[in-house]
């Protein structure tokens, strides 16, 4: 069972729910979010994108931005090379046109996650040498790619780095991340963990991350670009760093329509807005400060799109575009970009939201949703098969799992591991043969830095990089066992850290979730990540009567009576069969099944989320648990 704790942060919350007219209640889960001012609680409330930051605070944009305007006056053609999730789709797909509409001569590469890798590399530059290009621009890649930047500058080919990922550094000389990638094993989307780089100081403001990265001695390798622009740069004094690559191209979009004045490209960016959400809501990037107002606004502009290849992707996935959510963005539209880049070429995913026409938009759009649901299926197998290997190997005792699964398609390891870690609630690296060996990725959890401690036993690998919660690497087969010793060995988790915690954000009984509560909660939306729902609980619910719902019976409505007399409705979407063996073990054998028959009185604690259901034309309030005990 999961530890629960209880938010303890201070503040004058009847001063905020004054001002701001809220309740108390909703002033607490504000400050749950890590605000502490009313300046900062009223950008969250009502903050618009005249909020946002300007795109002249990156490092380097003055530069970019004169060096792109002097190669569209000369003719010279322009290569944008992104990557092969949504991050670096959407990236890809707004600066291509932007370009175009300004009048440069602009086409798109994507790299091919099997036979290119993640970012740039040689062959890329080849091809780009052979076809005349003059400027490579990047985005969400290229802050580790010195070598390749600088063998597109001895063929005379000028490179701008848009990216967001840590910057490689070498520290005291000695101990380089020189030809480390910090995005290997990145993912997006169906809620995994982006692997955003290898600084130890991510998170702090840019002046703590130079005094720490002072502190350590640590050098930045910059690549030799022609304009670097990526606010995890020491010297950029760009506010808040936690951003996308999709909103780095955004920004240098908008930096170049404020330069030329052109109203074409100004135009444009509300439509590179919604691809700014997007990218932002599927790299997984905190909603918090501008990200959560660019995500917020990017919304709103989504349900009315013109572009043809996302209206498309919404109609083929039973979306509609009025009820449309963060949630739809990472569960369900970005699942289906990315599962081109995993299976495929992420290049179809590009040519979808380049569609021109209504017929040739859905013609791409069952494409993509057909590869998804194909991904989704070998995934079901892969994390069946990596439960057989658990339990085959007796490694529910591992502190850290390695799992090989060799015929598994190494796209989808990190998808697995992410499902074996949020069922073992274990350190766990998925690890498939690759062209080369093996490559693996891994997904961390709180208290295990997973970088820091693959770090510790580097000499197994051929490559890795990552940050706390997710890794990528490649290694050698005869090593894995070896590997798996090592790190058992050196783990320093203890069995507490092994059990779930589950924040709540305030102890409270149901009778008080009413609907001005549900309304208010609204003001906190867009959910996810840095900004969840807020979480709730009250002690000893009485559950008197249940029925499962749905065609497979998968989820269930209960009937509770509050210790004030209040009958009320839960509905639960999580395991009953596992709530089942909870009440038998509780309260005895049969247990389950009286509860169903209508004849249940037992006592639990519930930690829920407040709500409304829409059914058929009719909104309603409704409880739904998280948690029991």
Known sequence: MEKWYVAAKRADFEAWAKKFHITPVLARVLRNRDLTTEAEVEKFLHGTLEDCYSPWLLKDMDKAVDLILEAIEQGISIRVIGDYDVDGICSAYLLTKGLQILG???????????????????????????????????????????????????????????????????????????GMNPAEGKCSAEGERSTEGTDPTEGKCPAEARTAAEKSGRRELLPPAA????????????????????????????????????????????????????????????????????????????????????????????????????????????????????????????????????????????????????????????????????????????????????????????????????????????????????????????????????????QYFTKFGGHAMAAGFSMREEDMEELRRELNHRCRLEEEDFIPKVHIDVPMPLDYADERLGDELELLEPFGVGNPKPLFAQKELRFLWGTKMGANKTCARYRVRTPGGAEKQLVFFGDLEKFGSFLDETYGAGSEEALYEGRGDFPVSVAYQLGKNTYRGRTELQYVMQYYS
């Not at 602009?106 to 062959?123: F, Q, V």
């Not at 000028?158 to 991340?177: G, K, L, N, Q, W």
């Not at 918090?288 to 209206?311: A, P, Y």
């Not at 005792?397 to 990190?414: N, Q, T, Y």
């Open 227 to 458: 304009a670097v622009i990526d606010p995890k740069q020491e010297q950029c004094s760009y506010p808040f760093p936690n951003i996308c690559g999709g909103v780095a191209a955004y920004k240098l979009m908008a930096a170049l329509a404020e330069k030329t004045g052109s109203g074409r490209l100004g135009e444009a960016m509300e439509e590179f807005l919604e691809f700014a959400a997007l990218a932002t809501v599927c790299d997984v990037m905190e909603l918090k400060d501008e990200n959560r107002i660019l995500v917020k606004e990017g919304l709103k502009r989504l349900k009315q799109t013109k572009n043809q290849g996302l209206k498309a992707l919404m109609e083929v996935n039973g979306i509609d575009p009025e009820t449309l959510s963060a949630y739809h963005l990472g569960f369900i539209l970005g699942p289906c970009l990315n599962a081109t880049g995993r299976l495929d070429t992420a290049k179809r995913a590009v040519e979808l939201l380049q569609s021109q026409t209504r017929v040739e938009a859905m013609s791409a759009a069952r494409e993509l949703k057909e590869l998804n649901d194909s991904r989704k299926s070998l995934t079901q197998k892969g994390v069946a098969q990596a439960e057989e290997y658990i339990a085959e190997r007796h490694m529910e005792g591992d502190k850290v799992m390695l799992i090989f699964l060799p015929d598994v398609h190494e796209s989808l390891a990190g998808i697995i591991a992410g499902r074996i870690r949020e069922h073992y609630n274990h350190p766990v690296f998925v690890l498939t043969r690759g062209e080369e060996g093996v490559k693996g990725s891994g997904r961390s959890v709180e208290g295990y830095h997973m970088f820091e401690a693959m770090t510790e036993v580097k």
């Open 104 to 178: 440069a001569k602009a086409d798109t590469a994507i790299p091919h996650r099997i036979h290119d890798g993640y970012g740039l590399n040689d062959s890329l530059i080849e091809r780009a040498r052979q076809d005349g290009i003059g400027m490579i621009v990047t985005c969400d890649n290229g802050i580790a790619a010195a070598a390749q930047i600088a063998l597109a500058n001895s063929y005379g080919i000028r490179v701008i780095v848009t990216d967001h990922h840590e910057v490689p550094f070498a520290v005291d000389e000695e101990r380089s991340t020189e």
